[in-house]
């Protein structure tokens, strides 16, 4: 018998994503049911050739379901995800919510599949956030090698990693600086169009971000608590897709050539890294890709081992609905699904 699913959350831009996904992906569903506010009631939503009709996340009767797939927020998941547990479904959010909490699994499958067995406590796996899923693929097999001891980040994140609004003010601040029609900003804090903002989420005591710490602590609970992490995250004006400027310091040597052949055949990677014209990746060309890929790999000689890398990933794919789609596949596979 296959796997019944609901996408909570279905109309948002992950939640559409995760219906694409999960039809791309053939997953063993023999129901899907799109879920959303009252609002949002009888929208049509593609599920592959199917439409869906969504249906009241207020009224659902989650008992009939083995899985749902949450992005709607951390207040909704705070709200709806032990109820949806307590129906006996497992939860898999994409939301900050439940990603610290020491009885909720933090999963990428390539790094930490194992952790889904956690699952059992809470009836919770938590996505991490999108700039840590694409980091930690690729810190993992360089980790393994040759152990990590700190990474130093830059990351240039998309405008839809702020949902549609996001990607919205960007397309109308654009188009609004082309016609001396200056909207001001909404959803970004400062002009996003032709411009940089070093500022994701809220500041907090330390002068970081929550961004920030988010990719210092998830990446500490996905890989190695030992890991020491610092990033600075910044929105730039890409519509889809996060690039990250990763350097690390590793126990051992690791050359250039040794990280790209490793990183070529780890799970999840592909390596475009030429040293000429058009030999790396740009967020433009991840979009719709699965892969996270990685480029400009140099040995940094300013530290010892040094290595930095260039790690770029569609954050609406790999970086919330691929992510949550492949824990959803770990636990089927895992037989953790109570239909599985
Ligand atoms: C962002 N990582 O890019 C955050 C949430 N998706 O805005």
């Known amino acids: ?5 609901a996408v909570f959350g279905a109309t948002g ?13 053939l997953f063993p569903a023999d129901e899907v049911y799109a879920l959303a506010t009252r609002k949002s009631m009888g929208v049509e939503l593609s599920y592959g050739e199917k439409t869906l009709k969504c249906q009241d996340v207020e009224t659902f009767d989650y008992s009939k379901v083995d899985l ?48 889904l067995d956690g699952v059992k406590k809470k009836g919770i796996v938590a996505n991490p956030n999108c700039s840590t899923i694409q980091l930690v693929v690729a ?40 016609v001396n029609d200056q909207p001001t900003p909404q959803k970004f804090t400062k002009q996003i169009a032709f411009n940089v903002i070093p500022h994701i989420d809220v500041f ?11 990719m210092t602590v998830e990446t500490k609970k996905i890989l190695d608590p030992k890991i020491k992490l610092f990033a600075t995250c910044a929105r730039v004006p ?20 040794e990280a790209r ?16 014209d058009e030999g790396y990746v740009t967020p433009v060309e991840c979009v719709g890709e699965f892969a996270t890929f990685v480029s400009r790999i140099r040995e940094d000689p300013t530290v010892e081992n040094g290595l930095a890398l260039w790690v770029v990933s569609d954050n609406l794919r790999k970086g919330a609905a691929l992510n949550a789609v492949q824990i959803a596949e770990g636990l089927l596979n895992k037989g953790l699904l109570k239909n599985s």
């Open 1 to 5: 018998m296959g796997v019944k699913v």
């Open 238 to 257: 890409v519509f889809v897709g996060h690039s990250i400027a990763a350097h690390l310091e590793l126990e051992d040597e690791l050359s250039a050539d």
């Open 13 to 25: 831009a992950v939640g559409k994503e995760m219906l694409t996904i999960l039809a791309e992906r």
């Open 68 to 115: 749902v797939l949450m992005s709607a927020g951390g207040e909704p998941s705070k709200e709806w995800a032990p109820k949806i547990a307590r129906a006996g479904a497992i939860v898999v959010d994409n939301s900050s919510a439940w990603r610290m909490d020491p009885d909720v699994p933090l999963v990428v499958p390539e790094v930490n599949l194992d952790a």
């Open 261 to 276: 052949a490793l990183l070529r055949e780890s799970p999840g990677l592909m390596v475009i890294d030429k040293r000429e």
């Open 139 to 178: 810190l993992k097999p360089i980790h393994d090698r040759a152990g990590i001891k700190r990474v130093s980040c830059a990351t240039y994140q998309s405008v839809s990693g702020a949902g549609q609004e996001g990607m919205d003010e960007l397309w109308t601040q654009t188009k609004g600086i082309y």
């Open 204 to 214: 907090m005591e330390d002068g970081a971000t929550k961004e920030e710490w988010k």
